[in-house]
């Protein structure tokens, strides 16, 4: 018993000690270099996500350091796995802020991630830029908190509007998946500016989430038969659904918002000129998209995602918040970031009162052989 | 008017692909009195075989369910001989649980080579609509239920006039005495087995091409709704488990048209509930006591 004691407090002795070395490694250097911490799933189901957005985020701050930094201070990139689970979450990003002491966070990259870490964010009054979160409650009651892309309401609006004002549409049909909050908000807030907008919504159909056959629900559409269908969802959902109303012959124009974003790959016939909402397309005309993709190319060799493309401009703006700061404290930042103004790959980022993009461009993109094509912007 | 009547098609539809499955589950309890519970799995299997057919060798149609049903069946009865003979005189929930886990472990296996993103199934048959009247069906749908229809007819005549058909027949009725008229019990079990994953095999590939994907998880709800539909038709009788799979299909979609999406699987489920409350036999059993 005495012997298990004694190796005990040894252990403990000597993790003690690993953790105040590594303090003392990493808070001797930090002066010629600014850390910034990122947190994201970089393994997992949800990989995918955090992998882009760190891939663009790296870019950046390639692309920052080899311009000469910030103020001649190079910027390092310190990315930690959340593996999608909120606990991980949270360890890493102790770990940012105790052992790596950053001055800012950019993340997370999921909605349920960051809100498991946003109420030691807001008490340790950390400048928080989350690229891609987008459940509302992230920047409610959080000062320091912002995030660089449009919520899910706002995109649902921009489709009423397209749908208005470019497609003409008069009458519209909704789809939507119950228990799915993602898609429920969408459609919510496209059935709200569609009908302000003088246009009149026919019918409104439903699925559960674990549902392949829409046959039923197709069938009452054709009938109602809308100029616009609008089906907010993800590839997975919004692909058979597609194929099926091929296959029935229903002839009006479907519509959806970012969960979209891939349907090109395998859907392509039956998604022949439906158009959907996004945060950037790639065959933008604008200039600063171009070089993106190309950079991006040249270090991943993979066209870059809509995630990818919100942590680059994640970077650019808390970069831009840092350099007008003039320092590293936590209040500069926060103070910087609500006046920040940047022209970024995925549109004009300027942040409201609640630390949400204000009049942020969004993009509408088009179905055409199998290609993403940009349509339009629209900003609401 | 002919709004319901193309519902009517559409529960037609998926209605037909239950039955194919539900008369699995019907022939195996008939025959061992055991829930195959794996046999969504081998519907599930019998998609992927269908898919990489189709894909990766570019086989004609009728290769394409041929193979997938012959290597199901093969693998079906590889299964009962694995896990399920052992087990032949053990109690019937060390048999039960076995086909929990031969389902676990088939889902996994499949999430294991096949990944877990859903893979889009060619289309296999030329698309069509024919005009019926005033409504519309499509050359899917009418495949569908026009293969199915025919499996069922071929099925019951095998069961009902040939000499193995016969035999499942008295093995299922008294498998004891079956032994002393000198029918081979394995051998016949082995048989429902084929038949019964071929079956579903079928239904699986019908179910992937109607609704248009492949994932590992895809044989649950169907195999949860088929035995649903087996239970219904009364468990053990195969033009129970055909007459059930058409009644929770059509109830399916009869929901999601006229009440509600969100409820159709609650009420189908209920249907299970009630059914066991009420006739625990099924609409086509005899209310026959158990012997003690």
């Known amino acids: 018993m005495k012997k298990r004691i004694f190796s005990l407090s040894l252990v403990a002795m000597l993790v003690l000690s690993v953790f105040t070395l ?3 490694s990493s808070s001797s250097s930090s002066d010629e270099v600014i850390k910034i911490g990122f947190i994201g799933p970089l393994s997992g189901d949800a990989a995918i996500y955090g992998t882009s957005a760190s891939e663009g985020a790296q870019l950046a701050v390639d692309e920052i350091n080899e311009a000469g930094g910030i103020d001649g201070k190079t910027i390092e990139l310190i990315a930690y796995d959340s593996k999608a689970d909120q606990t991980e979450a949270i360890n890493a990003y102790n770990r940012l802020r105790d052992q790596d002491e950053v001055v800012a966070v950019i993340g997370g990259t999921l909605s349920g991630e960051t809100l498991a870490m ?8 950390m400048p928080v830029l989350s690229p891609t979160a987008t459940a509302v409650d992230v920047t409610v009651d959080a000062p320091n908190i912002f995030r660089a892309c449009f919520l899910d309401d706002y995109q649902g609006k921009a489709a009423a509007n397209f749908a208005t004002n470019d497609l003409g549409a008069k009458t519209a049909a909704l789809l939507v998946g119950t228990g799915n909050p993602y898609s429920e908000g969408v459609s919510a807030a496209f059935e709200e500016v569609f009908t ?6 026919v019918g409104s159909e439903s699925y559960g989430t674990t549902d392949k056959d829409f046959s039923a629900q197709l069938t009452k559409i054709k009938e109602l038969n809308p100029e616009i269908v609008f089906v907010p969802d993800y590839v997975q959902t919004v692909g058979p659904i597609l194929q099926k109303a091929a296959e029935m012959g229903i002839t009006a124009t479907f519509m959806g918002a970012d969960g979209w974003d891939g349907i090109q790959e395998e859907y392509a016939d039956a998604a022949q000129d439906n158009y959907f909402t996004n945060h950037y397309a790639a065959d933008s005309p604008s200039e600063l998209v171009q070089s993106f993709i190309t950079a991006y190319q040249d270090e991943y060799t993979t066209v870059p995602n809509s995630f990818a493309a919100l942590g680059y401009d994640a970077v650019y703006v808390m970069t831009k918040a840092i350099t007008a700061a003039g320092s590293t404290e936590a209040d500069a930042i926060i103070t910087a970031l609500t006046e920040t103004e940047n022209q970024g790959v995925t549109g004009t980022l300027k942040f409201d009162e609640n630390g949400d993009p204000k009049d942020k461009e969004v993009t509408i993109i088009k179905i055409d052989q199998g290609q993403l094509k940009f349509e339009t912007q629209v900003v609401n | 008017m002919n709004l319901f009547l193309q519902q009517l098609i559409n529960g037609l539809n998926v209605g037909s692909i239950y ?12 025959i061992i009195k055991l829930i195959n519970f794996a046999h969504g799995e081998i519907m599930m299997f019998g998609a992927y075989f269908a898919f990489i057919a189709a894909t990766s060798y570019n086989m004609p149609v009728w290769a394409i369910f041929l193979t997938s049903m012959i290597i199901m069946a093969i693998l079906g009865v590889a299964i009962e001989f694995i896990a399920y003979r052992p087990l032949r005189n053990a109690p019937r929930l060390s048999a039960l649980i076995t086909a929990i886990g031969v389902s676990i472990f088939l889902q996994n296996l499949a999430l294991l080579i096949f990944k877990a993103d859903p893979k889009v199934m060619p289309k296999l048959f030329p698309e069509k609509i024919f005009y019926l009247g005033g409504i519309e069906i499509s050359s899917t749908t009418l495949i569908t239920v026009g293969l199915a229809i025919v499996f069922m007819i071929l099925l019951d005549l095998y069961i009902r006039k040939t000499k193995q058909g016969r035999a499942m027949r008295a093995v299922s009725e008294d498998k004891d005495a079956a032994i002393l008229m000198g029918i081979n019990v ?3 079990i082995s048989l ?3 038949l019964g994953s071929a079956l579903g095999a079928l239904g699986g590939v019908l179910y992937s091409v109607a609704y248009i994907q492949v994932f590992p998880t895809m044989g649950v709800m169907p195999g949860l709704k088929a035995f649903i539909a087996a239970v219904l038709g009364g468990i053990g009788i195969v033009p129970g488990a055909m007459l059930g799979g058409f009644i929770i299909g059509m109830v399916e979609t009869m929901t999601k048209a006229y009440i509600s999406t969100t409820w159709a699987d609650a009420i189908v489920f209920a249907i299970l509930i009630i059914v066991l409350l009420f006739k625990p036999t099924g609409i086509l059993g005899k209310n026959t006591r158990e012997k003690v």
């Open chain 2, 186 to 188: 394995n051998r016949t």
């Open chain 1, 22 to 24: 590594a303090g003392c």
């Open chain 1, 196 to 201: 302000a907008n003088g246009g009149t919504i």
């Open chain 2, 19 to 30: 039955a194919l499955i539900a008369i699995g589950y019907t022939m195996v309890y008939g």
């Open chain 2, 192 to 194: 429902t087995f084929a």
């Open chain 1, 118 to 125: 946003k109420d030691l964010m807001v008490a340790d009054n």
